[in-house]
């Protein structure tokens, strides 16, 4: 039953997913993962009770919207070097800035004890939910940003799809049982198989994929991967391996945080799957990864 719920679930999802990152303007797209954004920071600090934090509930949610406001904003968004410089400047300024604003709201706590792991959490939620995904709106920005995107998500769903099912069947040998304790060797080193896989596959049709995108009217020329632009094999399977064991690494970390906490799903909110973090945890430790790729090629 489980099972199906997943299964469900996905399938309504992933036809959204791939509709918003391949077609919709980027103010719309970064409307959407602000959403995501604040309902994901919302079961982080919900989680942080089990460690017996309360913290700042609305300053987070408002540093977290203003953000987003940014990145949909973007003055330099038609120009790839200028939105990246727009979003590094931004997101530079206030991973600086939070500590001292989060700090300064702590003063105003009646209970002291409590204040700075209060401000200690909002600050990490900034940094680990509302950084990544904000990049990853940016990378949308790129040249060639919605295949980049695509290629993405396709890498840590089918790592994830192929860990599960594997690690389920075959995996006898835990990766880290005290995190994670459903996690095997077997599941993680076929999940890193399917992504060299699918990043190969993607590289070996990309020009098709992004023609057939193209005439689907599901993006525009620049956000294609053609046969003209088509990059080498090997950096394509170093760089799918990194995506991959990012995401793996991810995931372990949202799962120290659930067993801290002593909770087994981060929220509810998705059948099958649990809350917003559960599934998006690995996209927020490989999203920078991609954007730092995206941006080493605009600065080159």
């Known amino acids: 039953m489980q099972l199906l719920k997943r299964i469900l679930t996905a399938v309504v999802l992933i036809p959204i997913v791939l509709l918003l990152v391949l077609a919709a303007p980027v103010p719309v797209l970064a409307f959407v993962t602000a959403l995501i954004a604040l309902l994901t920071t919302d079961e982080l600090l919900k989680l942080s009770a089990g460690y017996g934090i309360h913290p700042f509930r609305w300053a987070t949610y408002i540093v977290v ?9 973007n003055p330099g968004g038609d120009t790839p070097l200028l939105s990246t410089a727009g979003v590094v400047y931004a997101a530079v300024f206030l991973a600086a800035l939070m500590p001292f604003i989060f700090s300064v709201i702590a003063m105003r706590r009646v209970d002291l004890r409590t204040a700075f792991p ?23 920005e790129q040249w060639r940003g919605a295949f980049l995107i695509l290629y993405l998500l396709l890498i840590v769903w089918g ?8 690690g389920k069947s075959l995996g006898r040998h835990l990766m880290s049982p005290r995190i994670s304790p459903k996690k095997t060797w077997e599941g993680a080193f076929a999940s890193l198989a399917a ?42 399977l170093l760089l799918s391996a990194v995506l991959n064991i990012a995401a793996q690494l991810g995931d372990l970390v949202e799962s120290l945080i659930k067993r801290g906490a002593g909770v087994k799903d981060s929220g509810s909110l998705l059948p099958g799957h649990g809350g917003m973090l559960d599934r998006i945890d690995a996209l927020l430790f490989a999203a920078p990864i991609l954007w730092y790729y995206a941006a080493w090629r605009v600065l080159r």
């Open 195 to 236: 992504s060299l896989i699918i990043g190969a596959l993607l590289f070996n049709y990309s020009g098709q994929i992004s023609s057939a995108l193209l005439n689907a009217h599901l993006i525009d020329k620049k956000d294609g991967l053609f046969a003209l632009q088509k990059p080498l094999l090997w950096p394509t």
């Open 118 to 140: 209060a401000a200690m959490v909002s600050v990490f939620a900034f940094g680990y939910i509302a950084l990544p995904l904000g990049l990853l709106v940016q990378v949308r």
């Open 159 to 166: 790592g994830d799809i192929f860990a599960y099912f594997v």
């Open 65 to 73: 919207a203003l953000f987003f406001v940014f990145v949909a904003v």
